[in-house]
């Protein structure tokens, strides 16, 4: 069956560290992989996008890693601040030729101060 | 730029009343709008694709007659949730297509309540 996966557990980090978020993917070929971050009540905000053909890409503090064959992408965030606190959602298109995003459930991250 | 709408925010009713919900483009049009739900911790389910000037295709197991979508015009959509009942108390996100067909502008959600 086609799954997307991100840990249900929350990550606790101390202010400065970085953050690694996981996102595994089974039983889909995706063209790309987004992530999102979505704070409590509110809808998700577009943070990155990257397609199969890349292994990496960065937009100031975040780093993301696209691996195709281990179906898997990293999610960083770098010098992460209390403001990072957030549910991070990666989604990835179906594929098939459809425009249509399936995302993971997220996975809660707290940053302290 | 980007900026997608949703009203109202929340919104309680009794149940078998119906309650419509409005996702806007502010400064971009959006051919194609998406409807999600999401329950608490979970991921968000796409409910339906909404594209202007055609009926709404609706995913497996979302009742058509139940959310009903219109999307009138290339920055509006509705979803009126009909004949509510408690079941349906959820957070119901919008989001509306980029140019690029790739990403997707959230709305803010609504939170509905059904007594």
């Known amino acids: 069956s086609q799954k997307i996966e991100q840990n249900s557990e929350a990550l606790n980090i101390q202010e400065g560290k970085t953050a690694t978020l996981t996102c595994n993917y089974t039983?889909?070929?995706?063209?790309?992989l987004q992530w999102y971050r979505q704070d409590p009540g509110r809808g998700p905000v577009f943070l990155l996008l990257?397609?199969?053909?890349?292994k990496e890409k960065r937009k100031e503090r975040l780093k993301v890693t696209f691996d195709t064959t281990l179906k898997q992408s990293l999610f960083h965030i770098t010098a992460s601040q209390p403001a990072d606190s957030a549910t991070y959602l990666c989604?990835?298109?179906?594929?098939?030729?459809?425009?249509?995003?399936?995302f993971g459930a997220g996975t809660r991250l707290f940053v302290k101060a | 730029g980007a900026v997608v709408s949703q009203h109202p925010s929340r919104v309680i009713c009794k149940s078998g009343t119906s309650v419509k919900i409005e996702c806007r483009s502010l400064?971009?049009?959006?051919?194609?709008m998406f409807w999600y739900r999401q329950f608490p911790k979970q991921s968000l389910m796409l409910m339906a694709t909404?594209?202007?000037?055609?009926?709404?295709?609706?995913e497996q197991g979302v009742e058509k007659d139940k959310f009903l979508i219109n999307h009138a015009s290339l920055t509006l959509s509705t979803l009126t949730v009909t004949s509510a009942h408690p079941e349906d108390s959820s957070f119901y996100i919008c989001?509306?297509?980029?140019?690029?067909?790739?990403?997707?502008?959230f709305g803010p959600g609504t939170r509905l309540l059904v007594l």
């Open positions: 989001s509306a297509e980029g140019q690029s067909q790739e990403t997707q502008y």
């Open positions: 039983n889909y070929s995706p063209a790309y």
């Open positions: 990257i397609r199969e053909n890349e």
């Open positions: 989604a990835l298109d179906a594929g098939a030729g459809g425009f249509k995003t399936i």
């Open positions: 400064d971009f049009q959006a051919t194609t």
């Open positions: 909404s594209n202007e000037g055609s009926k709404a295709t609706y």
